[in-house]
Each structure stands twice: as structure tokens, then as C-alpha cells.
């Protein structure tokens, strides 16, 4: 979706480096979710951020939502090959019941 | 161990052939959805439930159905399926989240469909 832009659309990394991965809405995000996809399959929940400023992580990884709600962002720290595969934002723009997801970034991890 | 369950992993249809796809929960959500996902255009949204028998309109809903009778139960229906129409398609479910939105959405392992 437009409403919310992915950057970069693709990513490739050596292993052990550190990355991040942005996700950018021109409104409020009453809700942002962070996903991974492996090729082909169906997508796997990584973390949810509501609050303004809010910070949550998970292993390597580590989610942020900006103080305005607009913008997030995804840092991997010291990838590994098993955190290749397609990262998605959905958000949650209006009060209802249906998330907006990003085009995705495409994160090759090289050994 | 939470599921979303699609029907086929792989499906190959002639242009203008009636395309069901199922997809069945079991978590007792209110709420389902289908998405297609193509290169370069991420999820987008066909069609939504949040209730037996009530359905929203998505993103994009032309040439699709839905059909939602049992609460576990979602069906997208492709009428007269064609080429354009050849994608991945995405079923997924989820509670009415804390603030009203969706909540964590669980989704299945996708179906994809081509249409010759």
C-alpha cells in the first residue's frame, strides 16, 4: 500500500552486520506490526507497537515506533542466514478492523 | 498450537473457471481476512468478516466473493477466474485488538493460484 512506504525494498548483508529497516505513514498509526515472511509461505507476527516512543525486542531484533506514531523502524543486530526473508509493516490507521501492510523488504543474509 | 488453514498450497485454473478458496481457524476469531500478494505490491486487502455472514469490502474486491456462514469458516470465490488474477492469496484471522483495531493478525500458508 501507499500509505505506507518500505525502505529499503531490498537488503543484502553479511552476516554478523548490523541493519535496519524503515516503514513510514503520512498518518497516525493507531497500531504498527512488524512480519517476517519466508519465500512462499505464510507470514510470521514479530511484535506490535501502539504507544508513541514505544521500544519492544525480541532476540536480535528490535522494533521502535516514533514519538509522532508516523514511523517505525526494524534493527537486527549481528544477522544471521535464518533472518533472511521478506519483512512486512501493517498498520492500523483508522479505528477499525483492518491492517494496511507495506510492499515488503527483501533481506538476503550472505555467510 | 494456533492454526489458520488453508485449503490448497497450489492451484492451477483455466481463464473463466469458478475458484474456491478456503480457509478455516481455529482460535474462535471474530475477524478474517484475505489478502493477495504480489511482487513489489506487498498484502493487499479483498475482503474482510468480522462477524458470520457480514463481510467488508477491501482494497481491492472486484471480480471476488466471500462467503463467511460458520465463524471458522472464510471463503474467497473468484467468479469467472483470470490471468490478472494469479497470485498469492493470503488468509488470516485475528480478535478485535485492545484499541478496537484488529489485533495480531495469525495468518495461513497461502494459496497460490494461476490462471492460464
Known amino acids: 500500500s501507499q500509505e505506507l512506504e518500505q525502505s529499503p525494498q531490498s537488503l543484502i548483508v553479511q552476516e554478523g552486520k548490523n541493519l535496519t529497516i524503515n516503514c513510514t505513514s503520512s498518518k497516525t498509526l493507531y497500531g504498527l506490526y512488524w512480519y517476517k515472511q519466508k519465500y512462499g509461505e505464510g507470514l510470521i507476527f514479530l511484535m506490535m507497537?501502539?504507544?508513541?516512543?514505544e521500544e519492544k525486542s525480541h532476540e536480535k531484533i528490535t522494533a521502535k515506533l516514533d514519538e509522532k506514531k508516523q514511523q517505525s523502524s526494524l534493527h537486527i543486530t549481528a544477522s544471521q542466514p535464518s533472518h533472511a526473508g521478506i519483512y512486512l509493516c501493517g498498520a492500523d490507521m483508522e479505528y477499525g478492523n483492518k491492517l494496511v501492510f507495506g510492499a515488503g523488504t527483501i533481506l538476503r543474509v550472505k555467510s | 498450537d494456533v492454526k489458520v488453514t488453508q485449503s490448497s498450497r497450489y492451484l492451477v485454473k483455466r481463464t473463466g473457471e469458478k475458484v474456491f478458496l478456503e480457509c478455516v481457524q481455529d482460535?474462535?476469531?471474530?475477524?478474517m481476512f484475505w489478502y493477495r500478494q504480489d511482487p513489489g505490491l506487498g498484502l493487499r486487502l479483498i475482503y474482510f468478516s468480522y462477524d458470520v455472514k457480514m463481510k467488508e469490502k477491501g482494497d481491492i474486491p472486484e471480480g471476488y466473493s466471500v462467503s463467511r456462514e460458520k465463524k471458522e469458516r472464510f471463503s474467497l470465490i473468484l467468479e469467472s477466474a483470470s490471468t490478472n488474477q494469479t497470485s498469492m492469496y493470503l488468509c488470516?484471522?485475528?480478535?478485535?485488538?485492545?484499541?478496537?483495531?484488529?489485533?495480531?493478525?495469525?495468518f495461513g500458508e497461502g494459496s497460490r493460484l494461476t490462471v492460464l
Open positions: 507497537l501502539q504507544k508513541g516512543g
Open positions: 482460535m474462535d476469531h471474530e475477524n
Open positions: 488470516a484471522s485475528s480478535y478485535w485488538g485492545l484499541a478496537g483495531g484488529p489485533g495480531e493478525l495469525f
